[in-house]
């Protein structure tokens, strides 16, 4: 009884403390929104607009918790840029007298997939026609950094830094061994001779399909990187300058130095020389410290040019991140909360046409399936139905897209990965090791199956394989009518293969090239509307209000003179290990709490992982350092 008084007391003190931070956090909220309410962001005579992003972009950013950003474990390098804000910032910029140049800080800039990066290039070079400068700035490059960066009019690197850009693909994490150890058994029920996102839990290494399906994607991607940013920057001799470093034979000047000289980079300085650069063009604010410019900040620019809201609605419905069963926060695809959204926005009245963007690797059948169901209920009230691909659209994101009237797509999509895949993992062998057995007797064959303690039996295996079939024919059949195409030429292009954009349309997976805004104006001509005429109305789950509000107090204050989040020439490489680690606690979590049967992609796995998994990875990492 004692016991228990104590630990009631312990619950009560922890309730009160709770209320005091969230009262005092109300407080403090008030008096800064009172502060900064009447102020005027936007520095007056012009400024630069400062991209400084110390994360990755995103189709959906993920929703953040409450107790991440009161912690600070919503920032540096993890934080998620929604795609669409960026491009148009950017493109408000371009038309803006209050924009004298766009400003790139890419020292933590970790991508966001090669199709998202591309577009944020165009709007700057958008920038770039109306004769403004756009400058970039980094301690070293990657090829996510140096993609961007390569549309600027300057680029400019630190004296020690580097430009080392090593192209697409790298290892994946086999866990066959280790689940051998551990006593795990690993029940595959796959289709699809190239559904590879089992093989690390039945082999050691990757198989011949496999390798080859990856191959002829990176190669794609790499091409198309490299062919980019030869037309971005003509006089970089980039072809050179790899062969130049990956011989061996490394230059007696430095790698900065070395990098100028094949034309990769304009201009070596240090963060105060090129503040001092920017200074020229845009000013300095009063007082301010060497290397200070007077500079907009993202989140000022985005708030004071919110979307436009006159003319016609055009719903668009963001399919992003993991599709997933139930409710789900953002970021992540809930097929209830989709679903939902979607019904609710129709019946209202006020749409006249759909665009769903795609930026996921698929996930849960049922869950795709429900979202594709909610899109052909709007399509019978008929909603011209658009489909607009980002980065990945594959698996249980092609399957969504099949309820479309026509696919847009980036050169750069990754998409297709027809194929159906189960696992079940069983732990008779972990119990052995220990010394467990597990015993017991049921009604029929199926009775406790699948026994997770004992293993799975024949019979099961046969009706779980017998399932995996028939939603691949379902998939194949949905794919065959969407795309007019005979149910076996679709055969012959899934068997769970990833494709690259360009080959996609050839192959008649999508229809046409171009980005969101693309797919809203056909939308809208489908509607028989002007597409001049129209604005989009976004079906997503919006943030609480309390992680709104705590976003207030915590916001971005990162500013030209800050130099915290220089890295050294090679923090690019040294950032891989914790994103590796991170890729495989994603993939380990779907297991485990996904369904059984599943349509997803892992040859689609180059963009960041999730910001959850991240911070997860790096606090195992910290305690393994103890």
Same mark, same amino acid.
Request: aromatic share 4%.
């Given at each position: 009884m004692k016991r228990f008084l104590k630990g009631l007391w312990k619950f009560l003190v922890g309730v009160k403390d709770a209320l005091a931070l969230l009262v005092l956090l109300l407080f403090f909220g008030l008096i800064f929104a009172g502060l900064s309410g009447g102020k005027d962001k936007i520095p007056s005579g012009g400024a630069a607009l400062l991209l400084d992003l110390h994360g990755s972009l995103a189709e959906q950013p993920a929703d953040v918790s409450a107790t991440d950003l009161i912690s600070g474990g919503g920032g540096s390098d993890i934080d998620q840029y929604?795609?669409?804000?960026?491009?148009?910032?950017?493109?408000?910029?371009?038309? *803006?007298?209050?924009?004298?140049?766009?400003?790139?800080?890419l020292d933590g800039f970790?991508?966001?997939?090669?199709?998202?990066?591309?577009?944020?290039?165009?709007? /700057?070079d958008g920038v770039r026609a109306k004769g403004k400068p756009v400058l970039a700035f980094a301690v070293a490059y990657d090829d996510a950094s140096y993609l961007l960066a390569s549309h600027a009019s300057e680029v400019w690197m630190d004296p020690m830094g580097s430009v080392l850009t090593a192209g697409p693909g790298g290892s994946?994490?086999?866990?066959?061994?280790?689940?051998?150890?551990?006593?795990?058994?690993?029940?595959?029920?796959?289709?699809g001779k190239y559904k590879s996102y089992v093989e690390p839990y039945t082999r050691t290494e990757a198989s011949p399909e496999a390798k080859e399906e990856n191959k002829a994607l990176i190669d794609a991607l790499w091409g198309r990187w490299q062919g980019e940013v030869a037309k971005a920057r003509p006089k970089a001799r980039f072809a050179d300058y790899l062969a130049q470093i990956t011989s061996g034979q490394l230059p007696n000047t430095t790698l900065a130095q070395n990098a100028a000289a094949y034309g990769l980079v304009d201009q070596l300085g240090d963060r105060i020389a090129f503040g001092q650069r920017v200074a020229k063009?845009?000013?300095?604010?009063?007082?301010?410290?060497?290397?200070?410019?007077?500079?907009?900040q993202l989140a000022d620019w985005v708030q004071a040019n919110p979307v436009d809201t006159s003319g016609a609605a055009i719903g668009v419905l963001t399919v992003a991140g993991d599709i997933v069963d139930g409710k789900a926060p953002s970021g992540t695809a809930g097929g209830t909360s989709l679903a939902d959204a /979607?019904?609710?926005?129709?019946?209202?009245? *006020?749409?006249?046409?759909?665009?769903?963007?795609?930026?996921?690797?698929g996930g849960s059948v049922t869950a795709s399936d429900r979202i594709r169901s909610a899109i052909l209920a709007a399509k019978a009230k008929g909603l011209p139905v658009v489909i607009s691909m980002g980065n990945v659209a594959a698996s249980g994101g092609y399957w969504v897209s099949t309820a479309g009237d026509v696919i847009f797509a980036d050169p750069d999509t990754i998409t297709g990965s027809i194929g159906v895949f189960g696992i079940i993992p069983t732990f008779e062998g972990s119990l052995s090791k220990v010394g467990l057995s597990a015993d017991g007797v049921g009604a029929t064959p199926l009775s406790g199956q699948p026994d997770v303690l004992r293993g799975t039996t024949p019979v099961v295996d046969n009706l779980i394989q017998a399932g995996i079939n028939q939603t691949y024919a379902r998939f194949t059949g949905i794919v065959a009518q969407a795309r007019r195409m005979p149910v076996e030429k679709v055969d012959e292009i899934a068997q769970g293969r990833v494709w690259d954009g360009v080959t996609a349309k050839k192959i008649g997976l999508v229809d046409r090239f171009g980005d969101l805004d693309d797919a809203i104006d056909e939308a809208a001509?489908?509607?028989? /509307?002007?597409?001049?005429?129209?604005h989009p109305v976004y079906i997503e789950r919006e943030a609480s209000a309390f992680v709104r509000f705590i976003r207030m107090l915590t916001g971005s204050s990162s500013s030209s003179d800050d130099g915290t989040a220089a890295v050294d020439p090679f923090g690019a490489l040294t950032r891989k290990p914790d994103l590796t680690l991170a890729r495989a606690l994603g993939d380990a979590r779907r297991v485990l709490t996904g369904p059984a049967v599943q349509v997803r992609?892992?040859?689609?796995?180059?963009?960041?992982?999730?910001?959850a998994d991240v911070r997860a990875a790096r606090a195992m990492m910290a305690k393994a350092a103890l």
């Open positions: 929604r795609l669409r804000d960026v491009i148009r910032a950017v493109n408000a910029a371009a038309d *803006d007298d209050r924009v004298k140049a766009v400003v790139l800080d970790t991508g966001g997939g090669q199709a998202a990066i591309s577009q944020v290039g165009d709007a /700057l994946q994490l086999y866990y066959k061994g280790l689940l051998d150890k551990l006593g795990v058994t690993a029940h595959i029920y796959r289709v063009i845009v000013g300095t604010p009063d007082k301010a410290a060497p290397g200070t410019y007077k500079a907009i /979607l019904g609710k926005a129709v019946a209202k009245g *006020d749409l006249k046409a759909l665009v769903v963007r795609v930026d996921s690797p001509r489908r509607a028989k /509307l002007d597409p001049d005429k129209v992609c892992l040859s689609c796995g180059g963009e960041p992982p999730s910001p």
